[in-house]
């Protein structure tokens, strides 16, 4: 399609209705669309980064320290928290309307009668960025397992897996091993794989031995320690690799410090000249944020933003929350998505929770909020909807933490410390930032998901098929 004048809004909300199925775990469609398109193999070095969970973190991490040492740097993530723009970066820079509305108009016209999902548009338009670019290095974040998502289509030079953990069982299997065995499907024979956990899943290393990788295991291959010189600091060691008197990360957690010697492991293996100097390395470690995670906003109440979405993540966001001790109460406002496992994730946090709010979520695979109250004992008597009673007690010594594992529609949106993340509108009243109109509903924090229909391109609509609209960005990037 080359209909000139189409918003970015408008592609977005079409492209969800291209495909029969929001996801779709085959490769042959955006392979064939990519290689039309003269995007395989690219021309630059590849990082793909897979994992239950600590992908965002590493993916930052990695653009930073090329960033830092004067790389040229495409970022491909996914879901996006505000702006689908957030998706592809170039030097750690969201691309602009008109670049993406560029890479869309070139994937229409390349696609032919090949359907698409929307992730797959997603990917695709980030490898048509990064090539018109010309960068040096792409660092590309799986969506959704690792061997079938579309990602997978792009060889990569090096791999990282952070984490193998429960989730997405419907897809990926319901044994470690076997969610294991799928997200190693990113690594390559001859090439880096740098596991980042030190108590990872044993499959993840049968499968890179198996297929020749060049495996690099936390706590075997390289270590990570506290540095004697400097208190607060920490050294990193491994095969040509010799880091001291490292910052700690700007992100909150001691599960940061991994995150970012894997992405430093990862950069030493695939080309040394890649990282930067010990100066350059700190700037970048120190300079990293990422919305939404154990994301802090100060104030009379205390917010703490996080989107953790899964077990381990939840783990992981209770540790955090012991180690910030505090004296009034723990207020958390959730909404969970329905094939989640609930009882196992509120089993968890309810050590650090005094009151719970519930949320409903307006997603096909979302729950009410009376719904999400059937689902654990912890949240008898819990709050349930939109806005806070009045007497509830916002008052310092108080801390409200947020948790969104899946944020989407009319909720969480009553409170001034949404502000910093591009929220104004007072009270309880759900606002819609129409020219940042998400085009799926993953990581929406504090967004109004209905608003106005929006013109389809008469192609797009040709090839709609029922049911897929629903899907989003279902194919990968998914919470």
């Not at 048509?128 to 959704?144: K, M, R, T, Y």
């Not at 104004?424 to 106005?452: E, F, K, L, V």
Request: some cysteine.
């Amino acid at each position: 399609m080359s209909e000139p004048g189409l918003s970015l809004d408008t592609w977005l909300q079409a492209q969800q209705t291209v495909h029969s199925s929001g996801i779709d775990l085959t490769l042959d469609r955006v392979r064939a669309v990519a290689q039309s398109l003269g995007l395989l193999p690219p021309r630059y070095k590849v990082i793909t980064v897979a994992g239950t969970n600590g992908k965002g973190s590493t993916v930052e991490y990695l653009t930073a320290l090329l960033h830092a040492g004067g790389h040229r740097v495409g970022t491909f993530t996914s879901p996006h928290l505000i702006r689908y723009n957030e998706r592809i970066r170039i030097d750690r820079q969201m691309a602009g309307d008109e670049q993406l509305i560029a890479a869309f108009q070139h994937i229409e016209a390349a696609r032919g009668e090949i359907t698409l999902t929307f992730f797959e548009f997603n990917l695709l338009a980030a490898l048509w960025v990064f090539e018109s670019a010309a960068v040096d290095v792409a660092v590309l974040e799986v969506g959704l397992g690792g061997r079938l998502d579309a990602v997978n289509i792009v060889d990569a030079d090096a791999a990282i897996i952070c984490s193998i953990g429960f989730d997405h069982r419907d897809w990926l299997g319901d044994t470690l091993a076997a969610i294991g065995r799928e997200k190693a499907g990113v690594l390559r024979p001859g090439r880096p794989a740098v596991l980042a956990d030190p108590q990872i899943d044993a499959s993840v290393e049968q499968q890179a031995l198996h297929i020749g990788a060049q495996v690099s295991l936390a706590g075997r291959d390289y270590h990570v320690r506290p540095c004697t010189a400097a208190a607060g600091s920490w050294d990193l060691h491994g095969p040509g690799l010799a880091l001291t008197g490292l910052p700690r990360p700007s992100l909150a957690g001691e599960v940061q410090v991994a995150n970012a010697a894997a992405a430093l492991v990862a950069l030493a293996a695939l080309q040394p000249s890649l990282l930067p100097d010990a100066v350059q390395i700190a700037a970048a470690l120190t300079s990293v944020s990422l919305p939404g995670r154990f994301q802090l906003l100060p104030g009379p109440v205390e917010w703490i933003l996080d989107v953790a979405h899964n077990e381990p993540a939840a783990l992981v966001l209770a540790d955090n929350l012991r180690a910030r001790p505090l004296t009034g109460r723990t207020f958390l406002v959730t909404g969970i998505l329905g094939d989640k496992d609930i009882a196992a994730i509120a089993d968890i946090l309810a050590a650090v929770t005094d009151r719970w709010i519930l949320c409903g979520i307006n997603e096909p695979r979302g729950l009410t909020a009376a719904q999400l109250a059937q689902r654990s004992g912890h949240f008898a008597g819990a709050e349930q909807g939109l806005t806070l009673p009045p007497e509830w007690p916002w008052h310092s010594g108080s801390r409200c933490r947020v948790i969104a594992w899946w944020c989407a529609d009319r909720f969480w949106l009553w409170h001034r410390p949404w502000q910093p993340l591009g929220y104004n509108r007072p009270g309880g009243i759900p606002y819609q930032r129409t020219s940042d109109r998400r085009a799926d509903h993953h990581r929406d924090i504090g967004r109004a998901g209905a608003g106005n229909a929006l013109r389809t391109p008469p192609r797009f609509n040709d090839r709609s098929r029922a049911g897929s609209a629903s899907g989003g960005d279902r194919a990968g990037g998914h919470l």
